[in-house]
């Protein structure tokens, strides 16, 4: 299917890089956009940790090609847009009381570079109680971690507004409202957005969450739906936090929480989990509660920083925890690109730019069956 014309559905971090791709490469592309609560993109912490040892079959090659992606897109993505895209490779803690689950993890981490040629990882090392404060200076200073050099930090918001901005200066439009498919004869043929069509080519649904909605009058049942995190904004004195890294953990107790830090004192503290809360986008009291224990424990020195805001975001989460990638049996000139769970911030960037290459008919470079969207 060669695309001459391309709609894009969801302006998050999938869909604004898959509209910033296919404009670059000449293609005419609108970028419909609703700005539903609790767009994920608006609130992911912004951790960019591609690598993963236990990764197999498709994982791997997509997390390895995104390690090996990010410094490139980012750069691009800075002289497409003449903005900071909010990149920085600032390095990453895993920080833990077990020494010995610590070494465990350093080991895997070796062993999966040499097998699989990683760009990007830099220096892995293990530091003993006291050291991991040294760079993330309100640390609870008797933990011990792996520092992993090459993890990355973005704002998600700016990358994807850095997105929007250079898929606009190559020729994009962008559209504001929510958008519907219109399709007949198992072919999709655009758009309808209140009462304007959008005809197409090839539509791309990155619509997050809200994508199981937009093709059920498609028959189509995707198994894809909404994990709520909340996610604490916190500000210190800014001695340097710019430079921070950023702070994850081995310990069972607090297994997905996290820190933080941005330029000018800005520290975040994630998140939770919670998948039975649909799109009810409140702030909760245990929500902030969790978090904030949880941030509390990892670094007491933040215990007299002053709370900004709690952000409240929707994961698009799948069932087996693939994304949903490719095109649609049964429907032509559809393609879906969404269902980065929780890492989406890391692997969206790359999601774009397969999901352009997918609407241009590309082949990808990667087997995608198991991402197939009706899997
Ligand atoms: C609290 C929290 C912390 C996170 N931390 C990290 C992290 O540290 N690292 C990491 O890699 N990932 C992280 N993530 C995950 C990451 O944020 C998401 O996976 C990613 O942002 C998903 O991007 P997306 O473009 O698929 O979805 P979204 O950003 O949700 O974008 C979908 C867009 O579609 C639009 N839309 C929906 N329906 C329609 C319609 N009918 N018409 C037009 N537009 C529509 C919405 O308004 C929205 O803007 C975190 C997520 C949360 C919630």
Redesign the pocket.
Known sequence: MAAARVVV???????ATTAWQLARRGVEVVL?????PG??????????QPWRPAAGGPWARYSDLAGATWPGLAADLAADSGRDPSHATVGGLTVSHDLAALQGMAEELEAARAARSWTGLGRVEVLAPGRAAESFPVLDPSFAAVWSEGTGRVD?RVFRDAAVAAAERAGARRWSG??ELVAAAGRVRGVRVDEEQLDADVVVV?????TTA?CAPLGLALGLGPMR???VHLQVPDGGTAHWPTVMTLDEEHGHHYLLAFPGGRVVV??TREPDAGFDDRVTAAGQRQVLDAALTLAPGLAGATVLET?V????VTPDGHPLLGAVPGWDGLVLA?G?????????PLTGVLAAGLALGEAAPFDLTPFTPTR
């Open positions: 559905v969801g302006g998050g971090i999938v869909g419909v956009e609703s700005e539903e767009r994920a993109t608006s609130a992911g912490a912004g951790i960019v998600g929510r958008a990155a619509a997050g969450a809200w937009l995190g909340q996610i994630g998140a952000r975001g929707f994961r698009p969404t980065l769970g929780a890492n989406g911030l890391t692997y969206g």
